[in-house]
């Protein structure tokens, strides 16, 4: 059994969850359709909390390689604009090809650190799609964004739940800890399952100086078309399992491969496809 890792430093934190998510860009983008088959509502189900209407300038927080800022782009129409933030450089980059490729011009993408907005303007309303419990200070991403918005606007941001309803998010991991013995991360570690537990987020938007502030739960149904597909994902997609298999020898590599192809082979359905039904949490509130 592993032991979790030691308390971590703040701005260690932000440069592991740079790097990693920088060095798993160009696979993300390959990846992507597969996880926006299922996020896709979910940016959709956040603008609505948020209260996003045509006109609106709208802030996207960890907006990775570029959604749901563009589907939101076509919400606000050409007479609004989203500001798309995420930490990784490259991913910022392969937001702006996106938009340039789908000719959509009333959208921005830059590379910043979501606990300082500065110099951003102000916002008519914001959204977070899995991305505030990645962040080394969660109430201090809420107050930063809390300080962008105009008074009465609104904060939509979504987690996913815990690590035992989640295996989209536990299934490699939980493999890399079998088989490598790699530490389990700390509790309060930057994390998918960080802010999991009920009221966690709804927590961190109070602390932020959010009011009138709701937490719900929906279920999502993360698929692969395939065990192979899975595979790929998480080889191709997930910052922890490149970095945990860099220097690795060629045996280990193997054996994690084997791992993860029985593990998704567990969850695999008569017609092929791999399913792991998930929780997501959503909170949104007032900015006073």
Partial sequence: MTESASRPDPAESLRAQCDAWSAAAPGWDRCFHVFEAFAGPLGIELAHLAHVDAGERVLDVGCGNGEPSLTIARLVAQSGRVV??????????????????????????????????????????????????????????????????????????????????????????????????????????????????????????????????????????????????????????????RRALEGRTEAERALVLAELERALAKRREADGRVLLPSTVRIAHGTAA
């Fill in 84 to 241: 798309g933030i995420d930490l990784a450089e490259p991913m910022v980059t392969i937001a702006r090809r996106r938009a340039t490729d789908a000719r959509i011009r009333n959208v921005e993408f830059f590379a910043r650190d979501a606990s300082d907005l500065s110099g951003l303007g102000s916002f008519d309303a914001a959204v977070s799609r899995f991305a505030i419990m990645l962040t080394p200070d969660p109430a201090a991403v809420a107050r930063a964004v809390h300080a962008v918005l105009r008074p009465g606007a609104r904060f939509a941001a979504c987690v996913w739940g815990e690590a035992t309803e989640v295996p989209y998010c536990t299934i490699a991991p939980n493999v890399l800890q079998r088989v490598l013995h790699v530490d389990a991360p700390h509790p309060e570690a930057p994390g998918p399952v960080r802010l999991g537990k009920p009221g966690a987020l709804e927590d961190v938007l109070r602390a932020g100086g959010f009011t009138d502030v709701v937490e719900s739960v929906v279920r999502v149904e993360p698929s692969f078309a395939s065990v192979d597909e899975g595979v790929r994902f998480y080889l191709e997609g997930s910052g922890a399992v």
